[in-house]
């Protein structure tokens, strides 16, 4: 069942999604600064291209120091914004009971995108 969620979603924009991840993620890391924050975009990549019949969970020994300054240094530059727009599109999907599934991977992906650092995926 979780292959056939995976078909759906990318052919309903989880492979847009992803691709946007893994590209902005390969712009970060160009630079030096950007690494870790490139590093996260290609984990949230991953997850976007098979939700389904995974999840972000926090690693071993998370959240550690790190990983929340990391966290704080990301929100504050903004990446909030891909959070709100995985929410609005997890209503929108919520709105039929065919989308409700799609909905879901949204609100979840939504979590992932705001506080990325010490997650993985399972």
Known sequence: MNSIGNIFWLILGGIIIALIYYIVGLLLCFTIVGIPFGVQLFKLGTY???PFGHELVNGPNEPGCLS????LI??????WEVALLHIFFGIIF???IVGIPFGLQ???MAIGSIFPFGKEIR
């Open 48 to 50: 976007a291209l098979w």
């Open 68 to 71: 929340i300054v990391m966290n």
């Open 74 to 79: 990301w929100v504050l530059c903004g990446w």
């Open 94 to 96: 919520c709105i039929t």
């Open 106 to 108: 949204h609100f979840k």
